[in-house]
């Protein structure tokens, strides 16, 4: 009798994991993890977690081919997934829950990859250092010779900064972002180095006066378990550039289904899935970023921000410019 129900109990364990999927993900987040086993008891399908970073997720996949493992992508940022889908990686996906909350320039045009979360490319200062912002509303003003040696930014190889451009591109054209590359190089305070969180130190020790980053590492710092970088964070004051105009930078996490998938039908669940208000909501709770669907209370951290008008600029159109972008940045000489 034991033996019989040892085998039942061993038949009832895999049928409730009978059906899996792989993520490759290059985020790197704890609310991801939250998230995995959120839908892992919801619904009985066991997920394969691979973390690394996007350049080695692309060229495992690449290698991988048709036997890659991989159903689903996520990264951080446009040029990353625009990577993705021009080497050939991704599936179109068709969903109507996905299309129905996802607003259509947050989506790709072709139905490759869709925003699972939004961040804001802002403007950081030390609001306790009486920094005078009166003449800085907007990016092209990044460029005004009394801004010389007080801005710190990214490298232009680093995913957010060509995605910027590619945005300054799309708005104003090449001539304009060109000319913005060079003005923001000529006032950078130092070289670029390290993340938004090292430039957002900088300012905070007086090594430059602003800087150009991502809002929810804002919140991270103000949340750190260091009290170092807690202090930092509650530091920065924050400009949303070009309110009068077309509206703040947006740039994203994304998620898409891989060509390789064999198990469509889970990806497409999981995709579905990170929309769900409940999901939204954990990751402006616990990441600080703004969620996608507009119908989701925001975490009191990211209400801190402030309220702004963001560039509704279709994603894709900023995607199309990603490699205009690398090539401004080169010829201008912008590391």
Do not use: C
């Amino acid at each position: 009798m034991r033996k019989v129900i040892s085998i039942l109990m061993l038949n009832f364990a895999s049928l409730a994991f009978a059906a899996e999927l792989n993520i490759y993900s290059a985020r790197h987040y704890d609310a991801d993890f939250e998230i995995i086993k959120k839908f892992e008891a919801q619904t009985g399908i066991k997920v394969n977690h691979t973390q690394a970073k996007v350049s080695e997720l692309i060229k495992r996949m690449q290698l991988e081919g048709e036997k890659s493992p991989a159903d689903i992508f996520i990264t951080a940022d446009i040029s990353n997934l625009t990577e993705a889908k021009n080497s050939g990686l991704l599936a179109p996906l068709e969903s109507a829950f996905l299309e129905k909350n996802i607003p259509e320039h947050l989506r790709d045009k072709d139905k490759q990859w869709f925003a699972i979360t939004k961040r804001a490319r802002i403007i950081a200062y030390n609001k306790n250092a009486n920094t005078d912002i009166s003449n800085l509303k907007n990016y092209e003003d990044l460029l005004k010779d009394e801004f010389k040696g007080q801005i710190v930014m990214r490298s232009a190889t680093a995913p957010y900064s060509k995605t910027l451009l590619a945005s300054i591109i799309a708005n104003d054209g090449e001539q304009e972002a060109r000319k913005w590359a060079k003005g923001v190089l000529d006032n950078l305070a130092t070289p670029p180095k390290g993340g938004d969180r090292d430039q957002a130190r900088q300012v905070f020790a007086g090594e430059a006066k602003f800087a150009v980053m991502n809002t929810y590492y804002i919140g991270l710092l103000k949340n750190s378990k260091n009290p170092k970088d807690v202090e930092v964070g509650n530091a920065l004051g924050i400009i949303f550039p070009n309110q009068d105009g077309r509206g703040t930078h947006i740039n994203v996490s994304g998620i898409a289904m891989t060509k390789s998938s064999k198990n469509k039908e889970e990806a497409k669940r999981f995709m579905e899935f990170m929309l769900t208000p409940e999901i939204q909501k954990i990751l402006t709770d616990i990441n600080y970023e703004f969620p996608i669907r507009n119908d989701v209370e925001l975490s009191d951290t990211v209400k801190a921000f402030g309220k702004f008008k963001e560039d509704e600029i279709p994603l894709s159109k900023i995607a199309d410019n990603v490699k205009k972008a690398v090539v401004i940045y080169d010829e201008v000489g912008f590391r």
